[in-house]
């Protein structure tokens, strides 16, 4: 019996295992043979039946026969790839037995692979594995290169991230930081247009972690969630706050990104602008808010809409003008607002209230300046 006839029998049967030991003990002649007789076996079931559904059983064994046998990566890459086989029961013992047989093949071969499979990834449903996901990242580990630009390569290993969850301990988290893509990849998170459909609950607890344990480059996550905050204005994600309230800045590193939190005050959502107001009150609170930067961010605050957001203000500035007098200056914003919180701001202030701008009308708040 031929080499291709024994195999056959074994992928007709559903038989991975005995398809993968065939398959691993064959010489050049054999894969050769398997390799030509696969595409006509694959054609012939397609022809014969009324889908893949019908054939499903034999998925396993075709996809590990030809990635032990069919000849050049963009080959193997293609038949990994092909629509018919979608379908698999277990993602993780798939993956297990297309490396085991990959190892076999030279590693110029599998770094071209590697790039292969990266590029022709497409993200998924939400949450849901990214299918050749893994494999794709075990050759680029294995192999050393610089994966391909590909944002569904950076979701699938955020998604991996997420799945430590909240239970992992430090030996776990230690292993996520010697993983050699996160060094590679963790900079790229920042720069994906579809974060907001990667980042979830799991995957902030992790990096949090991650940074309060020292594995992650705590300035440097500070530095790429604000920054990613700022560059997505009134879109910027929740979860981007929750993983920086999770950082929990000190006032030193509060005051080192100062400039970014007024910024982020006029156009954010308002969680995003209610986490950025908080700290900058801390900032001023502690007497680390220049009185330029506090006058910003009255200014900026009280051109927003929200009652929330305005009557935070009127809080916040009176017991900045109880603290220092000084910053009474910043009435000036006030104008902004309505007459009924321009009153609450007034009777905030105290003796400072007779320094509170009327609306323009006439319409003045204790001792109005004149208009």
């Known amino acids: 019996m031929t080499p291709w006839r024994v195999v056959a029998a074994r992928i007709a049967a559903g038989d991975t295992a005995g398809t993968l030991r065939l398959v691993t003990s064959l010489d050049t002649g054999g894969r050769r043979a398997v390799a030509t007789e696969l595409p006509r076996h694959l054609a012939e079931l397609k022809r014969t039946t009324d889908g893949w559904w019908e054939w499903r059983a034999q998925i396993p064994a075709l996809r590990v026969a030809g990635a032990a046998c069919l000849p050049g990566p963009g080959v193997v890459a293609n038949w990994l790839y092909r629509r018919d086989f979608g379908w698999r029961d277990d993602h993780v013992a798939d993956a297990g037995r297309i490396l085991g047989v990959l190892r076999r093949r030279p590693e110029p071969w599998r770094a071209d692979l590697a790039r292969r499979m990266v590029e022709r990834l497409r993200a998924s449903q939400v949450g849901a594995e990214i299918p050749h996901w893994r494999i794709a990242a075990s050759l680029i580990r294995e192999t050393g290169i610089e994966p391909p630009p590909n944002d569904a390569f950076v979701v699938g290993w955020l998604r991996s991230l997420g799945a430590a969850g909240h239970a992992a301990r430090r030996p776990d988290l230690e292993r996520l930081a010697r993983d050699p893509l996160l060094v590679r990849l963790l ?185």
């Open 187 to 371: 900079p790229r998170v920042f720069d994906l247009a579809g974060l907001g459909s990667a980042l979830f609950g799991a995957q902030v607890d992790v990096i949090a972690r991650m940074v309060h344990e020292g594995l992650l480059d705590r300035a440097e996550i500070l530095d790429r969630v604000v920054g990613r905050l700022l560059a997505d204005g009134p879109s910027a994600l929740p979860a981007l706050t929750e993983l920086h309230d999770r950082l929990d800045p000190t006032l030193d590193e509060l005051g080192e990104r100062v400039t970014d939190y007024v910024r982020l005050l006029p156009a954010a959502p308002l969680t995003v602008a209610e986490a950025a107001l908080a700290r900058l009150r801390l900032l001023e609170a502690g007497d680390r808010l220049a009185v330029e930067m506090f006058a910003e961010a009255a200014e900026a605050l009280a051109s927003r809409p929200e009652p929330r957001i305005a009557i935070a203000l009127a809080h916040w500035i009176g017991d900045a003008v109880r603290r220092d007098p000084e910053r009474a200056a910043v009435l000036e914003a006030a104008a902004h607002l309505s007459i009924e919180l321009r009153e609450q701001i007034a009777a905030e202030y105290g003796p400072a209230g007779s320094r509170v701008p009327c609306d323009g009308q006439g319409a003045g708040v204790r001792e109005c300046e004149p208009c």
